[in-house]
């Protein structure tokens, strides 16, 4: 092979399919521009994690990249400066030859190549032509601006970090499926997270450390620090993190009544509902929603405490009135007689209904909920309800949701849509390993995405 000193090369192990290149014979091992270099993973299988900008002079196209340490190494450049560098190994791919080749990872963002050719990149059989350019098959920079950039991208080791308060079957699982597949997956305490909030560089610490940048986070944010951990994660997403359950889609199903108002809005059944505020119009927001029985339902109420049933028309008037002595937020809804103390758990995973249980209440309880003893079977589900659900989730825009439907008379009704759903019953009910699915959407989302082309400016004459 004949190499020029600069060629077109390619990094398919790191998902770089045009790189241009400096060969150097006077430098011994190759080097890559990287910027926000961090390890992770464990001691004994060490990784680092870093992006690269392919193209000179376009900040918005970004790389994400990982790879396995195999040294640390101290480089001195031309101009004797000494750096310790990591070391990665990675193919390189030149024409229709590859071959494994060394990388030592450094900020080469004020060169115009983005990578440097050492000799022990150059194989016994290639030949340098110092006054040449590209000898070999050149490449193109418009790659990176179509879909194929993504198509492309091998799957790498991701650092995901699950915001959880709870060392719960979920989190265990989420863990578990993670590490199985080579993902480094950190448990952070929601609660012990704590923000520095500007407009140059948003942080976000965790006993009294910066957290590093993750590639995803999946929130678990639990019902009695929703605010707090709603703040929490929109500090990710200011930092341009991927979080599967955004803060907005999180608050928006927390809030009984501002969810029914959103489901209401998008033309999605749901049980007739009425709020009120005054004590005086107690009668005319039970005529609202029909004739008793009615249930009368806490706007923070979770796991089916907080829900009540009335028979009669006496006994809705007597549970409003003790809702309001405690000054607590309520609505109330229609019982749907035809459900029979029984509700459907869809799982929505990226827009897609993964698995579904049909979920019965004890005998004597019209909850349906597992923590009150309720139990769960596979069920097959009409394609209204799927639509339904996939629709409930999309409107809330949860990568992730649980959404409890009712088989009424007139079609499916959306009694919730939970933003933190368990894993334990809809997995052993359906026999599907929702985590790894769960896993299969992040790797997805985190595949890089085509930039633009930037429009040529004309000259005035």
Known sequence: MTFGWEEWVSLPDLGLPAIRAKVDTGARTSALHAADIEVFGSASKPRVRFAVYPIPGRDDLIIPCSAPIVDRRDVTSSNGETESRYVISSRLSVG?????????????????????????????????????R?????????????????????NRALRIAVLSRENNYSTTRLVEEGEKRGHSVEVIDTARCYMAINAMAPEVYYDGKR???????????????????????????????????????????RDKLHAHQILARHRIGMPPTAFANSPKDTSNLIGLVGTAPLIVKLLESTQGKGVVLAETKKAAESVIDAFRGLKANFLVQDFVKEAAGED?????????????????GVEGDFRSNLHRGGTA??????KEERDTAVRAARVFGLGLAGVDLLRSNSGP??????????????????????????????????????????????KRA
């Open 413 to 458: 009704k959306v009694l919730e849509v939970n933003s933190s759903p368990g894993l334990e019953g809809i997995e052993v009910a359906s026999g599907k390993n929702i985590a790894g699915l769960l896993y299969d959407a992040i790797e997805e989302k985190v595949r890089p995405a085509p930039v633009p082309r930037r429009k040529a400016t004309r």
């Open 211 to 253: 957290l590093p940048r993750y590639d995803a986070v999946i929130p678990r944010i639990g019902a009695s620090i929703t605010p707090y951990g709603t703040a929490v994660v929109r500090q990710f997403e200011s930092i341009g993190t991927f979080v599967v359950n955004g803060s907005v889609g999180i608050t928006s199903s």
């Open 134 to 154: 590209f000898q070999q098959p050149e490449l193109d920079f418009d790659v990176y601006h179509t879909p194929k950039v993504r198509s492309i991208a091998p």
């Open 344 to 360: 459907i758990r869809c799982l929505v995973v990226n827009g897609k209904v993964v698995a579904s249980m049909k979920r019965t």
């Open 96 to 132: 229709s030859k590859e071959w494994n080749i060394e990388i030592t990872l450094t900020d080469r963002g004020t060169m115009s190549n983005r990578m440097l050719l050492g000799r022990q990149a150059l194989k016994d059989h290639v030949n340098i032509v110092p006054s040449e």
């Open 377 to 382: 079977a596979k069920v097959r589900i009409s």
